[in-house]
């Protein structure tokens, strides 16, 4: 893998200044660009929509956009009511919504809402294409847990290059339950929410979508690390514990996320809302579309850092692409302690036994070559082609069986599962809440239960996929219906 680090700022002036000792004057070389590091960090502004018939109503307008991800540079995005990315919805369980999609692109886009329970209809899949100028005004009431959800671009074959403009944000879910613990959630006091990125820009500062093979076997890797658009922001607090949502919102990188200090910390939430109860953590890998909430506790007063080890699809085969700094967290100051956690956050249910199904799904690849296609149970992806139906109030076992020497993160849409098992093992305990999305490493066998409530419809599919993008759009990815 060649990854080419951007110069830093510091050693952008140190290439520049040699420069310019060791020139003639008339050959003025332009400086490098260099990441815009050390701002204060930011993330998406709070939306709650606003009260209309009876919904919560939220316009997003999807655009063309601008963002200054590099110092002087205006690099052209997609963003949603902004420059790059979207607001973060502000949604409470129980909320009947409305969601007012207006396409402002010149091509064709679906906006999906990821880890959703929801009509086939409302989905936003490959289905619920938006033609440009049009909107797109869905409605559902919203099943869901407290928790960190999102949503993103899914044109069918254009969902990576979407994603990697900016067409994605976060969905924000409150709910009686978890406002009953006492846990950080104020927005931009002690609870934060960052969507981690990386881009690849070119000379001229622009990041244009333009994989090359490797890139579309390994998955899309930038070297330029972001969370919510930014290069290494401080964020300086001043409480003694704050709450981290993360999402994983990258087209193919990997990020194993730990503290420069070694600092244990607790996870508190999976993909579909809270744990059991706290599970205690020096570091934790997070696939693309995956979230997790951490809480850490900054009472020393003492300065860390957020890391990430970064890596593709193919780490087994090519190793990792380095450490990777997110961003610095500066207490301002030393505080007494905060109270222990609460040992258990949230019922959940025992996992439900199967009543329907058992269905296998085989990973595999064609032609060992360099240009192997991704399948499915020996199958592309059809979009005119329902590979299965579910009946509607069934209970099934999927099986996924990874025989490529890849990771595949399998993400099902309108569900929330649980892990079964995981090579005939018990999931960690981190792994055994809700989930949306899980990582199958090659050779592994990981089975799940799926319980089909609520939603039937006899036309419209919903998506079951590789969540690294590239190889979506490479066809790994299938359909089914629920009847
Ligand atoms: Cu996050 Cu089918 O998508
Ligand atoms: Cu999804
Ligand atoms: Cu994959």
Not at 121 to 147: S, V
Not at 286 to 301: F, H, M, N, S
Not at 436 to 441: A, E, F
Not at 453 to 458: E, I, L
């Amino acid at each position: 893998m060649t990854h080419r680090p951007l110069m830093t700022r510091r050693s952008a002036l140190t290439g520049l200044g040699a420069a310019l000792l060791a020139a003639p004057a008339i050959l003025r070389p332009r400086p490098a660009l260099a990441a815009l590091t050390g701002r204060p960090f930011a993330q998406p502004d709070l939306f709650e929509g606003v009260q209309t018939g009876g919904r919560r109503v939220f316009d997003l307008a999807v655009a063309p956009g601008r963002h200054e991800f590099l110092a002087g540079v205006e690099t052209e995005t997609i963003g949603i009511n902004t420059g790059f990315l979207g607001p973060i919805l502000s949604v409470r369980s129980g909320d009947p919504l409305r969601m007012n999609v207006a396409n402002r692109l010149a091509e064709p886009m679906t906006l999906h809402w990821h880890g959703m329970h929801l009509p086939a209809a409302a989905d936003g899949g490959p289905h619920q294409e938006i033609a440009p100028g049009a909107t797109w005004f869905p409605e559902w009431d919203l099943r869901q847990k407290a928790g960190t959800f999102w949503f993103h671009g899914h044109q069918h074959h254009k969902t990576a290059a979407h994603v990697w403009a900016g067409m994605a944000g976060v969905i924000r879910v409150s709910d009686d339950e978890e406002e009953a613990l006492p846990l950080p959630r104020t927005h931009g006091v002690d609870d934060f929410t960052l969507i981690l990125q990386d881009r690849r820009f070119d000379a001229a500062g622009q990041m244009p979508y333009a994989p090359d093979m490797h890139d579309r076997m390994a998955g899309m890797l930038g070297d330029v690390m972001l969370v919510n658009g930014q290069s290494e922001p401080v964020l300086e607090t001043d409480t003694p514990r704050i709450r981290l949502r993360l999402l994983n919102g990258a087209n193919g990188t990997f990020y194993r996320l730990h503290f420069a200090d070694g600092r244990a910390f607790h996870q508190i939430a999976s993909d579909g809302g809270l744990l059991a109860a706290p599970v205690p953590l020096a570091d934790l890998t997070l696939a693309p579309g995956e979230r997790a909430e951490l809480i850490l506790d900054l009472a020393d007063g003492a300065a860390t850092q957020l890391l990430a080890e970064a890596w593709g699809a193919e780490v087994q085969m090519m190793g990792s692409a380095g450490i990777r700094t997110v961003m610095d967290i500066r207490p301002r100051r030393a505080l007494p302690a905060a109270p222990a956690l609460p040992e258990r956050l949230a019922e959940l249910p025992p996992i439900p036994e199967r009543t329907g199904e058992t269905r296998r799904f085989k990973l595999a690849m064609s032609g060992m070559g360099m240009m192997g296609d991704f399948l499915i149970n020996d199958a592309q992806y059809d979009h005119g082609r329902i590979d299965f139906s579910v009946p509607l109030g069934t209970v099934e076992t999927w099986i996924w069986q990874n025989t490529t020497p890849m990771i595949h993160p399998i993400h099902i849409h309108d569900v929330q599962f649980r892990i079964v098992k995981r090579n005939g093992q018990p999931p960690a305990p981190h792994e055994a809440g809700l989930k949306d999305t899980v990582i199958v490493n090659p050779g592994e066998q990981v089975s799940l239960r799926l319980a089909f409530t609520d939603y039937a419809d006899p036309v419209l599919p919903y998506m079951y996929h590789c969540h690294i993008l590239e190889h979506e759009d490479a066809g790994m990815m299938g359909q089914f219906t629920v009847v």
